[in-house]
């Protein structure tokens, strides 16, 4: 499993870049790697990172319990996946 991380500088959040490039990538792994599928998981609490899943095309499938981890210990994720079927829908 990857685990890749995502930030964007404050100067440039709001205008639509990191949905763009994660879309950029997922279609790329779907289709050029042969991904099936792509997951993504967030703190449910991450507003950003959850909205630029979904405006990336993301599709939200709900969250697993505590199968995360905080400096403050165990926390739930919510999970969002992305198939190749998504691509020909989209």
């Known amino acids: ?3 890749p991380r995502h ?3 404050a100067a440039h959040r709001g ?3 990191m949905p763009t490039a994660v879309r950029l990538v ?3 792994m779907l289709t050029d790697l042969d991904f099936e599928r792509i997951e993504l998981r967030i703190a ?3 507003h950003a990172s959850n909205r630029v899943a979904e405006k ?5 499938e709900g969250v697993a319990r505590n199968a995360g981890f905080t400096d403050a ?3 739930d ?3 969002h996946s992305l198939i190749r079927a998504d691509l020909d829908a989209g």
């Open 77 to 79: 994720l919510a999970v």
């Open 73 to 75: 210990g165990r926390t």
């Open 1 to 3: 499993m990857l685990s």
């Open 26 to 28: 997922a279609d790329w």
């Open 15 to 17: 205008r639509g870049r």
């Open 56 to 60: 990336a095309g993301f599709r939200f």
């Open 44 to 46: 449910p609490g991450n």
């Open 7 to 9: 930030w964007t500088a």
